[in-house]
């Protein structure tokens, strides 16, 4: 069965560097874009990045766009998301999610992740 | 960006009710609209992607309508696991946006 598992949160001071993991298994993740989901306390999700199947193209949301990078190794089925300069408003729980059709960038997310905490604070 | 509205924001309903939640675009999206039922603590779970198509395993008390920028995601018979928050999310354009939420609770 798919499953996608997030590591790597924590928390950073404001400024700071951290990398984000999610390791997937069950499906052909040559054949998935992914993407990057956020959530803040007691909020709404915010979508935050996708990465094509291939890896050679990436779209953000504005909100992190210049801080974030979004990256995959196919070759060990795992995504990536890079946060840099991180803020206090960047403190949420991130999914990671699959596509829900191969090949598409625009079919939904079909399978999520548990998500890992990440907080910014000082 | 598009943006997405969802109403109503909550609503308390019976089991075996009916429910609608809605769900508007500010422009065009076809059918690039996908629903996610949420429940606490716990990740989104997709339930209909192209606005209408039933992700696999869901019942068909789920169901989806709509095209362009007015939606609507239908419940049938509600049962008491259907509590929790649903969202929308457009996928015609980056950023993918999401709706504001419905939170659904179970008289």
């Known amino acids: 069965q798919v499953q996608l598992v997030e590591s790597g949160g924590g928390v950073v001071q404001p400024g700071r560097s951290l990398r984000l993991s999610c390791a997937a298994s069950g499906f052909t993740f040559t054949r998935y874009a992914m993407h990057w989901v956020r959530q803040t306390a007691g909020k709404g999700l915010e979508w935050v990045a996708v990465?094509?199947?291939?890896?050679?193209?990436?779209n953000y949301a504005d909100s992190v766009k210049g801080r974030f990078s979004i990256s995959r190794d196919n070759s060990k089925t795992t995504l990536f998301l890079d946060l840099h300069n991180l803020r206090a408003e960047d403190t949420a729980v991130y999914y990671c999610?699959?596509?829900?059709?191969?090949?598409?960038?625009?079919?939904?997310?079909?399978?999520w992740g548990q998500g890992t905490l990440v907080t910014v604070s000082s | 960006d598009i943006q997405m509205t969802q109403s109503p924001s909550s609503l308390s309903a019976s089991v075996g009710d009916r429910v609608t939640i809605t769900c508007r675009a500010s422009?065009?999206?076809?059918?690039?609209l996908s629903w996610y039922q949420q429940k606490p603590g716990k990740a989104p779970k997709l339930l209909i992607y192209?606005?209408?198509g039933l992700q696999s395993g869901l019942p068909s008390r789920f169901s989806g309508f709509g095209s362009g920028t007015d939606f609507t995601l239908t419940i049938n018979s509600l049962q008491p696991d259907d509590f929790g928050t649903y969202y929308c999310q457009q996928s015609a354009s980056f950023p993918h946006t999401f709706g504001q939420g419905t939170k659904l609770e179970i008289k």
């Open positions: 999610a699959r596509e829900q059709i191969s090949y598409s960038r625009s079919s939904g997310l079909g399978y």
């Open positions: 422009q065009d999206i076809r059918t690039y």
């Open positions: 990465i094509s199947h291939d890896g050679r193209s990436d």
């Open positions: 192209s606005a209408s």
